[in-house]
């Protein structure tokens, strides 16, 4: 009750929109895909269904990085570590669950493991087949590595663009790391041909759209979650750490300890992005963790308009949308249409999508109204 | 001008001017002395082959006869005493045996050489013999077979040509073969070249130290000079002493291998060190431009990788245009292709600056953005261009090669290398300390709005010191050019570690950039062994994210309020 | 036991480092023998300085004496590299950071006027106002009506009740100084540390800005900084004139002025 309350009763009409739309789509794109014969114009097709999945664990991730950046003015350009370790962890339970299946027909080992003539279980994957387990690592995971580096790094007051290299640097440490094949996670080719999940065919049509509908109800509760911080008083904290720290420091609050904290969140909220996105695309490897990576992640909310987290899941679709597009039509122009997008979001639309149409549609407000002594009254609290 | 001096010097008779003396000549009194002793080794060598004349035609007639028999003693003894007799047809003699094409005529004992187009040759003479008659091989066997061998490396002991001379000594240094000891002490009377001479030493040195028959003093003496040597090659010789050496020779030897060892370890760290200048060098060129466009600007230039990319392609372009227009400059190619980068670079910063950062001054993070925008734009670019694949770029032959000092392998491109970044290192220093654009450069560093009021226009040194930055990273690609690959994403993998520089070296501060890119450089060769690359890495990145929490402003920071 | 810090002159000796944590004073703010340096360029050297609890004190000093740099070290944003720092007889400043010294009731206004201009005037005061401080403590707070009156009251003295709901950054700069001193006084702090408040205001504002902090000083600690004379001399307290990080002179205003080695450094000519 507490909860329901914290979570939903500071929404605002566009939060609603965003919820209702999502939540129709949740229940809607299974049924047309998997209830509608595949003639009827009203069909979605298998590859619509898993393209949008990868959206909206994209847009999940989109909403971690709005979180940390357009909140708290932290640019992360290595959000993608805490995806990426959030799909290790999913791919990990996937991978023991081929059990005896495998090209070597390992009991227990998977592939990669009995290719280096290893024996037994690493420590690191022990406990990996129970599905809690699982689940647990996949926030626990990204979210102790968040804690310890942030721990480390806000309360040596490293800020700026020097927390954003080495955000970068951490996630090109650890792409190093895991292109090697004696850290026990597959090597460069990573961890793929999984099975099934919680038993069920991971190839099937109706697994495939209950992992859609996952993922948007697990960006739904992302919203949520992010929505509530955001616009409770530690959220407006957080917006006042973003500009002007020292002065939220005089004021008596502890900013190491509110930045360690959108901090750790959002690298969880990323971690279960990792996770969902994993069993939907059937691989995960190593270049997940490349800088570049993640730095696309920033486009998308930048795009879409960061400090607005609607806008930073719409961007999300709207690049990917855009980058499946291209890849089809014109495979060279897309890293021109990327790179162009970066310079112009910045130079000419700093407030990216949403943030500029939410900003004339106040407008166009307040020039309709007659002006008054108090403009631009706030929502009721 | 000067070839009418030079000719009037000619003319003029009896000058002692320098140049007109012929060459080896030069200066008087050290003139004198050359002259002289040049001359006295002459007239040596001149009564040596006098005296020996007459007495060896008639010994090399004796030795070739022996050939002439069917007893396999024999044949032994007349290859030994051939290898060892220094004639001048001994090899071609060996080497026919060898292959089975040496003859003799019974009747009189007359030995020949079958060429492969089987006409015989005299092997006394090597002149053509037309009608021989019936001939015999002379017989081979694994005996036989073992003396040729012994006999080739004597001989080449004694082979006009250094190099083989050198190597044949290295062979029996490895091989430790006794029955070479004669020849091998021939050899050391007769050789001038100290360097071969004492290669001839350390093996005459080796084949003692392994003889079980040599006296203790001299084998252990003979281990001095093995540990004088002390390389992996002496250190290996030591090490395979049988174990029934005798104890006090067994006990020079190992303390002989445990120095060696000792200044192996020295060496090693040496090598290291050298390496790791040589990969902080690569570093430093790398992440100077970028230290002097966030030093100056708080600009963080994503794109800093795609301007050293950038210049590696412009020395592509150039070597290309030199081979088709100008194939004799290629050596020289690089000289040209250094301003073209710069320029190149600097001209392509310039327009980034010009056209997106102006916009963004005071929000370094959209900077970041927009210019790894640009980055990718660029890298695309490049690749739509010049294609996705490796291009190949010329290493001149100046730059190939290497020389040895001591056990330390320098090779002629590390050196280059280190030579260049020292080069555009005090370049840099001096260009920003004493030239006025320098002091506007850095009154701008230290206080824009101050610099800005009293009249220097900022924004043209934005601009410039962006150009200079971006001009630094192309001079970088035609160095990276000669050791990496040059295709569209040699950028990328510099930018990061540029990055890592700059920050642990400190903002603002260029020798904080030096000492930055020197100690990862060596810190990464230093780990490398024990870690391997990746790791070693690895634990340098973490290393780095660890110090920046510790000062989180670099080695090198500002301090005080000015900082904020 | 209660020393005055006046009578038991402090020997300057190492030994007194492990002496520090047993220095008590009576005073509301005791600096003794501080110094700070940056690469070598000493911008605070040996300074004393004592605050009484319910004194205003104003500061002078030209450009460069260590004003800010004074203010730095006393809510902790500098480290001294020697002397004490103690607050309410026996809090050791130099031990604690800028959030804990903030707590401690020291509130400072910085020289450029800095408030939260993505907030509203109102969110600005009731961030300030003294609350539940730490992240889940604030995550789940709700709104009381006991911090409203209070939010409502601070607008009422800095004159700022009808501008509640604009967004900070629209204020001028003089309405972005009051509600900087309104969120110090939202904090309710033992001690105010105020930097150049009248800075950028027109002679009205001034007045009234004169007469804001002349109130504040009826129930706080007030130490200014200021440049501007007139200013001061309607503050009417006493005047410390800062010089090259020490204490130059002390005393009331006309005692200062006349002062020949102030006049000589500040006053000019």
Redesign the interface.
């Known amino acids: 009750m507490m909860l329901t309350r ?1 979570l939903f009763e500071r929404i605002d009409r566009g939060g609603w929109v965003f919820l209702v739309l999502l939540g129709i789509a949740a229940v809607l794109v299974p049924v047309l895909n998997l209830a509608v014969p595949p003639g009827s114009m009203f069909h979605v097709s298998n590859t619509a269904v898993g393209l949008w999945g990868k959206y909206m664990t994209y847009a999940l991730l989109a909403i971690a990085v709005d979180l940390v950046w357009g909140y708290c003015g932290i ?1 992360s350009l290595g959000h993608g570590a805490f995806f990426a370790l959030g799909g290790y962890a999913m791919g990990m339970y996937l991978m023991l669950q081929i059990g005896p299946r495998g090209v070597y027909a390992h009991p227990t080992l998977p592939d990669f493991m009995v290719f280096l003539n290893w024996t037994e279980l690493p420590v690191a994957w022990w406990g990996f087949s129970s599905f809690p387990y699982a689940m647990l690592m996949v926030a626990l995971v990204p979210g102790l590595l968040a804690f310890v ?1 942030g721990w ?2 806000f ?8 927390l ?3 955000t ?3 996630t ?2 650890l792409m ?2 895991f ?2 094949n004696d850290m026990g996670f597959g090597g460069n080719n990573g961890l793929t041909d999984f099975k099934d999940i919680l038993g069920f065919n991971i190839q099937s049509q109706t697994t495939r759209a209950v992992l859609f509908s996952l993922s948007v109800l697990a960006l739904m509760a992302g919203y949520l979650v992010a929505r509530a ?1 955001v616009t ?3 959220g ?2 957080i ?2 750490i ?3 720290e ?10 190491e ?2 930045k360690l ?1 959108v901090w750790t969140v959002s690298a969880v909220m990323a971690g279960i992005a990792g996770a969902l996105y994993v069993p939907q695309v059937g691989i995960i490897n190593p270049s997940e963790f490349s ?1 570049a990576n993640s ?1 696309e992640a ?2 998308w909310v ?1 795009v879409g308009g960061r400090g607005t987290l609607v806008g930073a899941a719409l961007g999300a679709g709207l690049v990917n949308f855009a980058k499946s597009w291209f890849t089809g039509a014109f495979p ?1 122009g897309w ?2 249409a ?6 112009l ?3 000419f639309l ?1 407030k990216g999508i949403l943030g500029t149409f939410t900003d004339w549609w106040k407008r166009r407000g307040e020039t309709r109204k007659p002006p008054t ?6 929502p009721a ?1 | 001008m000067n070839a009418s001096t030079r000719s009037g010097l000619d003319i003029g008779s009896g000058t002692l001017r320098p140049c007109s003396h012929p060459p080896g000549a030069r200066g008087q009194g050290i003139g004198h002395v050359r002259a002289l002793s040049a001359a006295l080794a002459a007239a040596l060598v001149a009564c040596l082959l006098i005296l020996a004349g007459p007495a060896r035609a008639q010994d090399h007639a004796a030795l070739v006869q022996r050939f002439a028999t069917e007893s396999f003693n024999d044949i032994v003894g007349a290859v030994n005493g051939l290898a060892t007799s220094g004639a001048p047809r001994a090899a071609p003699i060996i080497e026919a045996l060898r292959d089975g094409r040496l003859v003799y005529r019974a009747s009189d004992r007359a030995v020949f050489i079958r060429r492969p187009d089987n006409s015989f040759v005299s092997a006394l003479s090597g002149e053509p013999a037309a009608e021989i008659g019936t001939t015999r091989p002379v017989r081979l066997n694994n005996n036989v077979r073992r003396a040729i061998d012994a006999a080739v490396g004597a001989l080449s002991l004694l082979h006009p040509d250094p190099a083989r001379r050198a190597s044949a000594a290295e062979a029996v240094f490895k091989s430790r073969d006794g029955s070479a000891l004669p020849a091998l002490e021939a050899a050391i009377g007769q050789e001038r070249d100290p360097r071969i001479k004492k290669l001839m030493e350390e093996a005459r040195a080796a084949v003692v130290v392994a003889n079980p028959q040599a006296a203790e003093a001299d084998r252990i003496a003979a281990i001095g000079i093995i540990q004088r040597r002390g390389d992996q090659d002496a250190l290996a010789m030591l090490g395979s002493l049988p174990a029934t050496t005798p104890p006090l020779v067994r006990e020079a030897a190992e303390s002989a291998a445990v120095g060696i060892r000792r200044t192996l370890a020295v060496w090693e760290a040496g090598q290291n060190v050298w390496h790791g200048i040589s990969l902080g060098s690569v570093l430093l060129l790398a992440a100077i431009g970028l230290a002097i466009t966030f030093g100056v600007m708080g600009v ?1 230039n994503m794109a800093h990788g795609e301007m050293v990319m950038i210049g590696a392609y412009t020395t592509f372009v150039v070597q290309q245009t030199i081979r088709v227009l100008a194939p004799g400059l290629m050596d020289v190619s690089l000289f040209i292709a250094l301003p073209m980068a710069f320029l190149v670079a600097g001209a392509i910063g310039i327009a980034i600056e010009r056209l ?1 950062i102006r ?2 001054y005071g929000r ?7 210019t ?10 490049v ?2 261009w010049f294609g996705p694949t490796n291009r190949e770029v010329t290493t001149p032959s100046w730059m190939s090669g290497s020389i040895e000092i001591g056990h330390l392998a320098i090779t002629a491109n590390r050196l280059a290398i280190i030579i260049f970044a020292i080069i555009v290192f005090a370049t840099l220093l001096l260009f920003l300390k004493r030239t006025p654009f320098g002091l506007q450069t850095r009154a701008v560093t230290q206080n824009r709005r101050m610099a800005g009021a009293m009249g220097i226009r900022t924004n043209w040194v934005d601009a410039f010191t962006f150009g200079l930055g971006s001009g630094i990273a192309g001079l970088a690609g035609v160095a990276l050019s000669q050791i990496d690959n040059v295709s569209p994403n040699l950028g990328q993998a510099y930018i ?1 570690d540029s ?2 520089v700059v ?1 642990f070296g400190g903002v603002g501060n260029l020798w904080g950039t030096l000492v930055a890119a020197m100690t990862l450089g060596i810190a990464n060769k230093f780990l490398e062994p024990y870690a391997g690359a ?2 070693g ?2 634990l340098l ?2 290393f ?3 110090f ?3 000062r ?2 670099g080695l090198f920071a500002l301090k005080g309020r000015a900082v904020e | 036991m209660l020393i005055d810090p006046m009578e038991t002159q402090l020997p300057a000796d190492p030994v007194k480092a492990i002496e520090r944590p047993q220095v008590v004073t009576q005073s509301l703010l005791y600096l003794d023998g501080v110094s700070v340096s940056f690469d070598g360029f000493r911008a605070i050297n040996n300074l004393s300085l004592i605050i009484a609890p319910g004194e205003m004190r104003a500061i002078i000093g030209p450009n460069g004496a260590g004003k800010t740099t004074m203010m730095d070290i006393i ?1 902790g ?1 500098t480290k001294p590299d020697a002397g004490d720092v103690i607050f309410d007889g026996q809090i050791d400043l130099t031990q604690l950071d ?2 804990a010294i ?2 401690l009731g020291i ?2 206004k ?1 020289q450029k006027p ?7 005037v109102e ?1 600005n005061i ?3 106002v003294k609350a539940d ?4 403590g ?4 709700r ?1 009381s009506a006991a911090i409203g009156r209070r939010v409502d009251d601070i607008l009422g003295i800095v004159r700022l009740g ?5 967004l900070a950054g629209d204020l001028s700069h003089g309405q972005k100084q009051w509600l900087e001193i309104g ?1 110090l006084l939202a ?1 309710d702090p033992k001690l105010l540390l105020v930097d150049e408040p009248a800075a950028g205001m027109t002679d009205v504002e001034t007045g009234a800005t004169a007469d804001l902090l002349k109130d504040i000083a009826r129930t706080h600690s007030v130490v200014v900084v200021e440049h501007d004379m007139g200013f001061i001399r309607e503050l009417g307290v006493k005047v410390t004139c800062l010089h090259e990080g020490s204490v130059l002179a002390e005393g009331s205003l006309d005692q200062v002025s006349a002062d020949e080695r102030v006049i000589e450094v500040y006053l000019g000519r």
């Open positions: 914290f640019l580096f480390f790094a309360r040596s007051r490293v800020t700026g663009v020097y954003s290299i080495i970068q640097a951490l090109y440490a190093l790391a292109f090697r911080i409770s008083k530690a407006k904290i917006i006042a973003r500009d002007a020292p002065r939220t420091r005089f004021l008596g609050y502890r900013v300890n509110f904290f800088p730095i920033i486009v930048a060279q890293l021109f990327l790179g162009g997008l970066f310079i979001v910045t130079l700093p002594a108090s403009p631009a009254s706030q609290e | 963080i997106i916009h963004l370094p993070l959209e900077t970041l953005l927009a790894w925008g640009v980055s990718l734009v660029l890298q695309q670019a690749r739509t990061i990055f890592m920050v990746v790791l890495k690895i990145l973490v780095i994210i660890l920046i929490q510790k989180p402003r | 809510t944003k800028e959030t903030a707590n509130g400072r910085f800095t408030v939260f201009e993505m907030h509203t969110v009731e961030m300030a401080r730490t992240v889940f604030t995550l789940f707070s709104q009808d501008h509640r709901n604009r969120m904090q």
